[in-house]
């Protein structure tokens, strides 16, 4: 069965500072993957997706960037955190083929000091 | 231009009520998927149905049920017999059917349940 790992669980990091967030589907190949961002008391942003390695599509302009440098593998980046990133970072997957449903992660808990 | 609208932004039931979570949908497309999703309060998201826009029959699964109705664009949870487990945010999404390369979903806003013991 697929499975799909994130972590960390929980980051505090000061303002300023670099972020790097993974992901890693198993029991699939060529993945849909995407990240989202749930901020406190809202719904889901998309931020990216890919549909192969190396290909990333941005949904908003932000100070985040993602790659995906393996087929099961989509990391979340940021050179200088602010504090408007703080939230709640989903990864999430799903098949190639359309309209299947998407495959949450756990998430990742991100606070900005 | 697609759009999810969950009027309810919190709902609170006694345990062992029966409870209605509404979702109404805007797409243009005739060939369109509807999802629920639960997001306990550990945050990950769990999927728990799939709709395409041609099988409006109803769905149940144990205490869970759907109602698909294309005429009033909405795809309503009703959740039986209400127990403190049930307590999360739920997301209403739509997935318009002709793709290209990704599925892009978008999610309505949630509604987030509280059953009281």
């Known amino acids: 069965s697929q499975t799909i790992h994130q972590w960390p669980a929980t980051l505090v990091q000061p303002v300023g500072s670099p972020l790097s967030l993974e992901c890693t589907v198993e029991g699939t190949s060529n993945p849909n993957l995407y990240w989202y961002r749930q901020a406190a008391g809202r719904g889901l942003q998309l931020l990216f997706y890919?549909?192969?390695?190396?290909?990333i599509s941005s949904e908003v302009p932000q100070n985040l960037s993602a790659s995906r440098p393996q087929d099961r593998q989509f990391i979340l980046s940021s050179k200088k955190l602010l504090l408007s990133d703080s939230g709640f970072y989903l990864c999430?997957?799903?098949?190639?083929?359309?309209?299947?449903?998407?495959?949450f992660g756990d998430g990742t808990r991100l606070s900005i000091l | 231009a697609q759009k999810v609208t969950q009027a309810q932004t919190e709902i609170s039931v006694v345990e062992k009520e029966d409870v209605t979570l509404d979702c109404v949908y805007e797409t243009r497309d005739t060939t369109y998927y509807l999802f629920w999703y639960k997001q306990p309060p550990s945050g990950e998201l769990v999927f728990l149905i799939r709709r395409n826009s041609f099988d409006e029959q109803n769905e149940i699964s144990g205490r869970y049920s759907w109602n698909f109705q294309k005429s009033t664009s909405s795809f309503n949870f009703t959740i039986t017999a209400s127990q403190v487990v049930d307590s999360a945010v739920y997301f209403c999404?739509?997935?318009?059917?002709?793709?290209?390369?990704?599925?892009?979903?978008?999610f309505g806003p949630g509604t987030s349940l509280s059953v009281i013991p």
């Open positions: 999404a739509l997935s318009e059917g002709l793709k290209t390369s990704y599925d892009k979903v978008i």
């Open positions: 890919s549909v192969g390695i190396g290909q």
């Open positions: 999430a997957w799903s098949s190639t083929e359309s309209n299947q449903p998407q495959h």
